[in-house]
Protein backbone atom coordinates (compact mmCIF):
# COMPACT_ATOMS: atom_id res chain seq x y z
CA UNK A 1 0.00 0.00 0.00
CA UNK A 2 1.71 3.27 -1.17
CA UNK A 3 2.22 5.87 1.53
CA UNK A 4 1.76 9.18 0.10
CA UNK A 5 2.05 11.46 2.99
CA UNK A 6 5.14 13.21 3.33
CA UNK A 7 6.46 13.47 7.17
CA UNK A 8 5.79 12.36 10.51
CA UNK A 9 2.49 12.24 12.07
CA UNK A 10 2.27 12.89 15.69
CA UNK A 11 0.69 11.45 18.72
CA UNK A 12 -2.40 10.27 17.21
CA UNK A 13 -5.89 10.74 18.79
CA UNK A 14 -7.24 7.39 17.41
CA UNK A 15 -5.77 4.26 15.10
CA UNK A 16 -6.33 1.08 13.66
CA UNK A 17 -3.52 -1.81 13.77
CA UNK A 18 -4.10 -4.23 11.40
CA UNK A 19 -7.79 -4.02 11.37
CA UNK A 20 -10.29 -6.37 9.48
CA UNK A 21 -13.88 -6.85 9.65
CA UNK A 22 -16.19 -9.45 8.58
CA UNK A 23 -20.20 -9.49 8.95
CA UNK A 24 -21.44 -12.72 8.00
CA UNK A 25 -19.80 -13.87 5.24
CA UNK A 26 -18.40 -10.97 3.76
CA UNK A 27 -15.14 -9.61 4.43
CA UNK A 28 -15.66 -6.26 4.58
CA UNK A 29 -12.09 -4.28 5.61
CA UNK A 30 -8.48 -6.33 5.78
CA UNK A 31 -5.78 -5.15 7.55
CA UNK A 32 -6.35 -1.25 7.41
CA UNK A 33 -3.39 0.66 9.31
CA UNK A 34 -5.11 4.27 10.08
CA UNK A 35 -4.10 7.37 12.64
CA UNK A 36 -5.72 10.46 12.99
CA UNK A 37 -3.85 13.65 14.83
CA UNK A 38 -5.28 16.50 17.03
CA UNK A 39 -6.18 19.37 14.42
CA UNK A 40 -5.99 17.09 11.39
CA UNK A 41 -8.69 17.19 8.46
CA UNK A 42 -8.72 13.72 6.70
CA UNK A 43 -11.29 12.73 3.76
CA UNK A 44 -11.63 9.11 3.16
CA UNK A 45 -13.29 8.00 -0.37
CA UNK A 46 -13.74 5.15 -2.40
CA UNK A 47 -16.33 3.13 -4.51
CA UNK A 48 -19.21 2.03 -3.15
CA UNK A 49 -18.86 -0.93 -0.67
CA UNK A 50 -15.29 0.13 0.34
CA UNK A 51 -15.98 -0.21 3.84
CA UNK A 52 -16.04 3.76 4.70
CA UNK A 53 -18.85 3.87 6.87
CA UNK A 54 -17.71 0.27 8.06
CA UNK A 55 -14.22 1.58 9.31
CA UNK A 56 -16.36 4.62 11.13
CA UNK A 57 -18.49 2.21 12.85
CA UNK A 58 -15.49 0.38 13.94
CA UNK A 59 -13.68 3.60 15.62
CA UNK A 60 -16.69 4.64 17.50
CA UNK A 61 -17.28 0.98 18.64
CA UNK A 62 -20.13 0.19 17.09
CA UNK A 63 -18.57 -2.44 14.77
CA UNK A 64 -15.92 -5.25 16.31
CA UNK A 65 -13.04 -6.00 14.80
CA UNK A 66 -12.82 -9.70 13.39
CA UNK A 67 -9.03 -9.14 13.83
CA UNK A 68 -6.77 -6.55 14.79
CA UNK A 69 -7.15 -3.62 16.89
CA UNK A 70 -8.72 0.16 17.67
CA UNK A 71 -6.87 2.04 20.05
CA UNK A 72 -8.38 5.12 21.39
CA UNK A 73 -6.53 8.21 23.22
CA UNK A 74 -7.17 8.45 27.21
CA UNK A 75 -10.36 10.02 27.55
CA UNK A 76 -10.93 10.66 23.92
CA UNK A 77 -14.02 12.35 23.02
CA UNK A 78 -15.98 11.65 19.60
CA UNK A 79 -18.68 13.53 17.91
CA UNK A 80 -20.45 11.92 15.05
CA UNK A 81 -22.75 13.12 12.58
CA UNK A 82 -24.82 9.81 10.92
CA UNK A 83 -25.37 9.61 7.36
CA UNK A 84 -29.06 10.34 7.56
CA UNK A 85 -31.41 10.23 10.63
CA UNK A 86 -34.87 9.95 10.04
CA UNK A 87 -37.39 11.72 12.42
CA UNK A 88 -41.58 11.31 11.61
CA UNK A 89 -41.64 14.86 10.37
CA UNK A 90 -45.30 14.93 12.62
CA UNK A 91 -43.46 14.22 15.81
CA UNK A 92 -43.38 17.75 17.74
CA UNK A 93 -40.01 18.17 18.30
CA UNK A 94 -38.10 21.22 18.74
CA UNK A 95 -34.59 21.84 18.24
CA UNK A 96 -33.77 22.40 21.49
CA UNK A 97 -35.57 19.24 22.93
CA UNK A 98 -33.55 17.44 20.29
CA UNK A 99 -30.33 18.78 21.05
CA UNK A 100 -31.09 17.92 25.64
CA UNK A 101 -31.80 14.11 24.26
CA UNK A 102 -31.00 11.79 26.05
CA UNK A 103 -30.07 13.87 28.54
CA UNK A 104 -30.70 17.35 29.24
CA UNK A 105 -28.06 20.37 29.02
CA UNK A 106 -27.37 23.80 29.79
CA UNK A 107 -29.25 26.19 27.86
CA UNK A 108 -25.81 28.22 27.37
CA UNK A 109 -24.51 24.91 26.32
CA UNK A 110 -27.48 23.89 23.33
CA UNK A 111 -26.96 27.73 22.74
CA UNK A 112 -23.20 27.61 22.09
CA UNK A 113 -23.59 24.08 19.65
CA UNK A 114 -26.14 25.73 17.33
CA UNK A 115 -23.66 29.07 17.33
CA UNK A 116 -21.00 26.84 16.27
CA UNK A 117 -22.81 25.10 14.07
CA UNK A 118 -24.02 28.53 12.17
CA UNK A 119 -27.68 27.78 13.86
CA UNK A 120 -27.91 30.32 16.55
CA UNK A 121 -31.64 31.48 16.40
CA UNK A 122 -33.02 27.90 16.00
CA UNK A 123 -33.61 26.29 19.32
CA UNK A 124 -37.36 27.22 18.67
CA UNK A 125 -37.61 25.82 15.52
CA UNK A 126 -39.62 22.04 15.12
CA UNK A 127 -37.69 19.27 13.23
CA UNK A 128 -40.29 18.70 10.99
CA UNK A 129 -39.89 22.40 9.44
CA UNK A 130 -36.10 22.21 8.92
CA UNK A 131 -34.39 22.27 5.58
CA UNK A 132 -31.97 19.26 4.44
CA UNK A 133 -28.80 21.88 5.07
CA UNK A 134 -30.43 22.85 8.95
CA UNK A 135 -30.77 19.45 9.65
CA UNK A 136 -27.60 18.14 8.60
CA UNK A 137 -26.20 21.24 10.72
CA UNK A 138 -28.32 20.63 14.06
CA UNK A 139 -27.09 16.88 13.85
CA UNK A 140 -23.18 18.79 13.64
CA UNK A 141 -24.51 20.86 16.51
CA UNK A 142 -25.42 17.82 18.46
CA UNK A 143 -22.23 16.40 17.81
CA UNK A 144 -20.15 19.38 19.10
CA UNK A 145 -22.60 19.24 22.99
CA UNK A 146 -19.26 17.12 24.69
CA UNK A 147 -16.53 19.69 22.60
CA UNK A 148 -15.27 16.65 20.51
CA UNK A 149 -11.89 15.76 20.31
CA UNK A 150 -13.14 14.24 16.91
CA UNK A 151 -15.62 14.94 14.81
CA UNK A 152 -16.51 11.57 12.47
CA UNK A 153 -19.04 12.97 9.00
CA UNK A 154 -20.28 9.96 7.44
CA UNK A 155 -21.29 11.49 4.26
CA UNK A 156 -23.02 14.33 5.98
CA UNK A 157 -23.62 16.38 2.71
CA UNK A 158 -25.70 13.61 1.20
CA UNK A 159 -28.72 14.74 -0.36
CA UNK A 160 -27.22 18.63 -0.40
CA UNK A 161 -26.95 20.54 -3.24
CA UNK A 162 -23.82 22.15 -4.42
CA UNK A 163 -24.06 25.36 -2.42
CA UNK A 164 -25.50 23.75 0.80
CA UNK A 165 -22.73 21.24 0.52
CA UNK A 166 -20.16 23.96 0.04
CA UNK A 167 -21.29 25.95 2.86
CA UNK A 168 -21.52 23.37 5.35
CA UNK A 169 -17.84 22.06 5.04
CA UNK A 170 -16.43 26.13 5.10
CA UNK A 171 -18.29 25.18 8.67
CA UNK A 172 -16.15 22.62 9.48
CA UNK A 173 -13.21 24.24 8.67
CA UNK A 174 -14.12 26.69 10.93
CA UNK A 175 -15.00 24.07 14.04
CA UNK A 176 -12.14 22.79 13.10
CA UNK A 177 -10.32 26.00 13.66
CA UNK A 178 -12.08 27.61 16.54
CA UNK A 179 -12.09 23.67 18.75
CA UNK A 180 -8.29 22.30 17.53
CA UNK A 181 -10.32 18.85 16.86
CA UNK A 182 -9.75 16.18 14.40
CA UNK A 183 -11.90 15.89 11.55
CA UNK A 184 -12.58 12.28 9.54
CA UNK A 185 -14.95 13.14 6.57
CA UNK A 186 -16.32 10.29 4.58
CA UNK A 187 -17.44 10.39 1.03
CA UNK A 188 -18.57 8.82 -2.30
CA UNK A 189 -18.67 12.53 -3.90
CA UNK A 190 -15.10 13.08 -5.01
CA UNK A 191 -15.49 16.69 -4.96
CA UNK A 192 -15.47 16.74 -0.98
CA UNK A 193 -12.11 16.27 -1.63
CA UNK A 194 -11.55 19.66 -1.36
CA UNK A 195 -8.62 22.16 -0.22
CA UNK A 196 -9.01 21.57 3.38
CA UNK A 197 -7.75 18.25 3.85
CA UNK A 198 -4.76 18.16 5.04
CA UNK A 199 -4.63 14.14 4.26
CA UNK A 200 -6.39 11.98 1.67
CA UNK A 201 -7.47 8.25 2.20
CA UNK A 202 -8.45 5.94 -0.90
CA UNK A 203 -10.10 2.82 0.83
CA UNK A 204 -11.69 0.08 -1.20
CA UNK A 205 -11.33 -2.55 1.72
CA UNK A 206 -7.84 -2.16 2.44
CA UNK A 207 -5.70 1.34 2.10
CA UNK A 208 -5.14 1.61 -1.45
CA UNK A 209 -2.94 5.06 -1.22
CA UNK A 210 -2.77 7.91 1.50
CA UNK A 211 -1.37 11.24 0.90
CA UNK A 212 -2.48 14.89 -0.02
CA UNK A 213 -4.94 15.22 -2.04
CA UNK A 214 -2.66 16.14 -5.12
CA UNK A 215 -0.49 13.48 -4.34
CA UNK A 216 -3.37 10.90 -4.02
CA UNK A 217 -4.92 12.29 -7.42
CA UNK A 218 -2.15 11.36 -9.77
CA UNK A 219 -1.41 7.86 -7.91
CA UNK A 220 -2.45 4.38 -9.92
CA UNK A 221 -4.59 2.70 -7.66
CA UNK A 222 -6.07 5.77 -7.08
CA UNK A 223 -6.64 6.30 -10.69
CA UNK A 224 -7.73 2.52 -11.03
CA UNK A 225 -10.81 3.12 -9.30
CA UNK A 226 -12.11 6.61 -10.29
CA UNK A 227 -10.40 7.20 -13.56
CA UNK A 228 -8.02 9.36 -14.59
CA UNK A 229 -10.11 12.54 -15.55
CA UNK A 230 -11.12 13.03 -12.21
CA UNK A 231 -8.34 15.14 -11.11
CA UNK A 232 -10.13 18.01 -11.59
CA UNK A 233 -12.97 17.11 -8.92
CA UNK A 234 -10.07 18.23 -6.55
CA UNK A 235 -10.59 21.58 -7.41
CA UNK A 236 -13.90 22.70 -6.28
CA UNK A 237 -13.88 24.85 -2.94
CA UNK A 238 -9.77 25.70 -3.46
CA UNK A 239 -10.51 29.52 -4.98
CA UNK A 240 -8.47 30.77 -2.80
CA UNK A 241 -5.84 28.42 -2.29
CA UNK A 242 -3.11 26.35 -4.41
CA UNK A 243 -3.58 24.09 -6.85
CA UNK A 244 -2.38 22.12 -9.74
CA UNK A 245 -3.87 21.07 -13.03
CA UNK A 246 -2.80 18.76 -15.43
CA UNK A 247 0.06 21.49 -16.82
CA UNK A 248 1.10 21.76 -13.28
CA UNK A 249 1.77 18.46 -12.18
CA UNK A 250 4.12 16.86 -9.93
CA UNK A 251 7.08 15.41 -11.49
CA UNK A 252 9.16 12.68 -10.04
CA UNK A 253 13.07 13.24 -9.40
CA UNK A 254 12.88 15.89 -11.81
CA UNK A 255 15.91 17.87 -10.39
CA UNK A 256 17.67 14.42 -9.56
CA UNK A 257 17.49 14.48 -6.10
CA UNK A 258 15.34 11.72 -5.63
CA UNK A 259 12.28 13.91 -4.51
CA UNK A 260 8.89 14.92 -6.41
CA UNK A 261 8.71 18.72 -7.08
CA UNK A 262 5.22 19.89 -7.31
CA UNK A 263 4.19 23.26 -9.48
CA UNK A 264 1.45 25.27 -7.46
CA UNK A 265 -1.18 27.46 -9.43
CA UNK A 266 -3.01 29.95 -7.67
CA UNK A 267 -6.29 31.17 -8.84
CA UNK A 268 -9.18 33.66 -7.21
CA UNK A 269 -11.96 31.72 -9.30
CA UNK A 270 -13.33 27.82 -8.41
CA UNK A 271 -12.87 25.18 -11.23
CA UNK A 272 -16.30 23.25 -10.66
CA UNK A 273 -15.62 19.53 -11.79
CA UNK A 274 -17.71 17.68 -10.01
CA UNK A 275 -18.69 15.32 -12.67
CA UNK A 276 -19.28 11.69 -11.00
CA UNK A 277 -16.48 9.33 -12.12
CA UNK A 278 -17.64 7.04 -9.31
CA UNK A 279 -17.57 3.70 -9.97
CA UNK A 280 -19.72 0.74 -8.42
CA UNK A 281 -17.12 -1.88 -7.28
CA UNK A 282 -19.46 -3.13 -4.32
CA UNK A 283 -17.99 -5.52 -2.38
CA UNK A 284 -20.84 -7.15 -0.22
CA UNK A 285 -23.57 -5.31 0.82
CA UNK A 286 -21.13 -3.00 3.03
CA UNK A 287 -21.54 0.74 2.34
Known amino acids: MPDLQQGKRGMSLIRTEGLSVRIGRTQILSHVDFAIDRGEIVTIVGPNGSGKSTLLRALIGAVAPSAGKVVRGHGLRIGYVPQKLHIDPTLPMTVGRFLNLPRRHERAAVRAALEKAGLPDLAGRQMGDLSGGQFQRVLLARALME ?8 E ?10 AAFYRRIEEVRRDLGCAVL ?3 HELHVVMSASDRVICLNGHVCCEGKPEMVAQAEEYRALFGSGT ?7 RHDHDHEHDHGCTHGDENGDGHAHTHDHAHDHTHDHTHDHTHDHTHGAAR
Open 147 to 154: TPDLLLLD
Open 156 to 165: ATQGLDQPGS
Open 185 to 187: MVS
Open 231 to 237: RGALALY
